[in-house]
């Protein structure tokens, strides 16, 4: 689908504004950042004006959703992330103990905290995590597990969250979760489409057509095991595609076809996992 027939997508709801002044309002108290962005787009899904939220704090860029993930294509982003200095990491949040990766860094990167304490005579100090990234990349997910319980809302819809909360773990960290957050205005629809095809922009805002379109256009170019392994249909065009996929699935009555029902199916298909190894952001 050519980008000039496309709608330019645009969310930035009043709460993700409010809670990216709270952020920074309250920066200082805290040790470390947890980024995270979504491994099946790292580049894309990663938020854009990070350092001006975040100032100089040490931050883990925490890859969720690997197991989702095309793992060569993620692992070319790791390299490319690690090459610019951050500290890269890859999680499926869905096994018990991957976390863990978290939480060993975490105390490795703030050793110095505590070696200064103790050079004073005090006692470890609560290290305070603030946890963000856009919506739906899973970071409530991250807090539930590493509190040990549910504490934090899972939905895989975005805009669940929408206050900032300083959530206790028994692992020495304090974590703050926080609203996911975009920005006021996408320069790259490329990456507001991709965002908008893993679920991190409001459903009702979208064209759901252009994305699912968007979509196939992916998985025609760089995933076509998806098209002939997980959907098994072909066609010349991204939109033959769609067109075969709905007489598949009986999504047209009689020369009708219903482009909608069928580019919901393709993006529930993400969204609930049955479509993985998958990385919309190519890394070269």
Same mark, same amino acid.
């Given at each position: 689908m050519s980008n +000039?027939?496309?709608?330019?997508?645009?969310?930035?709801?009043?709460? /993700?504004?409010?809670a990216k002044r709270q952020i920074i309002e309250n $920066?200082?108290? $805290?040790? $470390?950042?947890?980024e995270l962005v979504d491994a099946r787009a790292p580049y894309s899904t990663k938020i854009n004006d990070i350092e001006d939220i975040t100032k100089n704090k040490q931050r883990i860029l925490i890859m969720t959703k690997k197991d989702l993930c095309n793992m060569d294509m993620t692992n070319k982003w790791l390299k490319y992330y690690e090459d610019k200095g951050y500290n890269a990491i890859a999680v499926n949040l869905k096994e018990d103990k991957d976390y863990k990766k978290v939480v060993d860094l975490t105390h490795k990167l703030t050793s110095y905290i505590q070696e200064k304490r103790a050079s004073k005579g005090l006692k470890n100090? #609560?290290?305070?995590?603030l946890v963000i990234g856009i919506p739906n990349v899973g970071k409530s997910s991250l807090i539930?597990? /590493?509190?040990?319980?549910k504490v934090a809302n899972v939905e895989n819809k975005p805009g669940v969250t929408r206050q900032l909360n300083f959530l206790k773990t028994n692992l020495g960290i304090t974590l703050l979760d926080t609203p996911g957050i975009l920005w006021p205005k996408f320069e790259d629809q490329e990456i507001a489409y991709n965002i908008a095809?893993?679920?991190?922009?409001?459903? #009702?805002?979208?064209n759901t057509t252009d994305i699912a379109l968007h979509l196939l256009n992916i998985y025609h170019t760089n995933f076509i095991n998806v098209l002939e392994n997980i959907y098994a249909v072909s066609g010349n065009t991204d939109? +033959?595609? /769609? +067109?075969?996929?709905a007489?598949?699935?009986g999504f047209i009555k009689g020369d009708e076809?219903?482009?909608y029902k069928t580019s919901e199916r393709i993006l529930n298909d993400v969204t609930n996992g049955k479509v993985n190894n998958i990385t919309l952001d190519i890394c070269k």
């Open positions: +000039e027939n496309k709608t330019n997508i645009n969310w930035y709801p009043g709460h /993700m504004a409010k $920066i200082d108290l $805290i040790d $470390i950042v947890y100090k #609560e290290i305070k995590a539930n597990k /590493m509190a040990g319980r095809a893993l679920g991190s922009i409001k459903r #009702e805002v979208l939109l +033959e595609i /769609m +067109e075969n996929l007489k598949k699935w076809v219903d482009y």
